[in-house]
């Protein structure tokens, strides 16, 4: 069974621009879950898709937005860009939404702000 | 709200010697915790969690509610245990997980 995948691997982008980051979860999973990763604050949550529906959501600015289509592909946009944006961009994948099934990540976008 | 606290950025121990990662929590309702691992150039991985009680790679966690600590012990570490190793609390509705900072094991020969 195929892994989580992200696309793209690596961006690299200009203040004040947009962008926008693809996740597709492993086969047959429903719920999607995105976390920002740097040095200074580590993993943290951005958001958590599940059937379309975002159910949770973290302590960001709302120039972070997400979705999830009805194939359970999700994409998370981030406008405006700042340079504390720069971050590794990790998305995972669940089969369903409680803790009771494991939790799969992708390998991350590297997201660069210049 | 909800914390979780490594207070070891990097622990180095020798082959074949003990090693405990500390994992402290805060969190006003029934916690689910887990620890997950990332090796070198590979994706961040579930290594266990606490409800299913077992034991991965020799890897063990006891969960103590009373000293709300969550703490990964290994009898006898093995140079390929060298890794990111991070703990994990789950919110009761749905998938949100709140981490630690990790700390970096690094297993010397």
């Known amino acids: 069974k195929a892994g989580v995948t992200q696309t793209p691997r690596y961006l690299i982008k200009t203040r004040g621009q947009q962008v926008t980051l693809s996740c597709s979860p492993i086969s047959g999973h429903r719920s999607v879950s995105w976390y920002q990763q740097t040095p200074g604050q580590g993993l943290q949550f951005l958001f958590e898709?599940?059937?379309?529906?975002?159910?949770n959501k973290g302590n960001f600015p709302g120039r972070f937005s997400g979705r999830q289509f009805s194939n359970s592909r999700s994409e998370m946009n981030v406008s405006t860009l700042e340079l504390g944006d720069s971050a590794l961009y990790l998305c995972?994948?669940?089969?369903?939404?409680?803790?009771?099934?494991?939790?799969?990540f992708g390998p991350g976008t590297r997201l660069t702000v210049t | 709200a909800q914390r979780v606290t490594q207070p070891e950025k990097l622990l180095s121990v020798f082959k074949g010697a003990p090693v405990e990662l500390k994992c402290n929590y805060s969190y006003s309702g029934s916690p689910e915790l887990f620890w997950y691992v990332q090796y070198s150039r590979q994706r961040l991985q579930l290594l266990l969690r606490?409800?299913s009680r077992e034991s991965i790679k020799g890897f063990t966690a006891d969960l103590n509610k009373g000293e709300t600590s969550f703490h990964l012990k290994k009898p006898f570490a093995q140079e390929e245990d060298s890794a990111m190793y991070y703990c994990?609390?789950?919110?009761?509705?749905?998938?949100?997980?709140?981490f630690g900072g990790g700390t970096r094991l690094m297993v010397k020969p």
């Open positions: 994990a609390l789950r919110n009761n509705a749905g998938n949100m997980l709140t």
């Open positions: 898709y599940f059937s379309e529906t975002q159910r």
């Open positions: 606490h409800i």
């Open positions: 995972a994948s669940s089969s369903r939404g409680d803790s009771s099934y494991e939790q799969y």
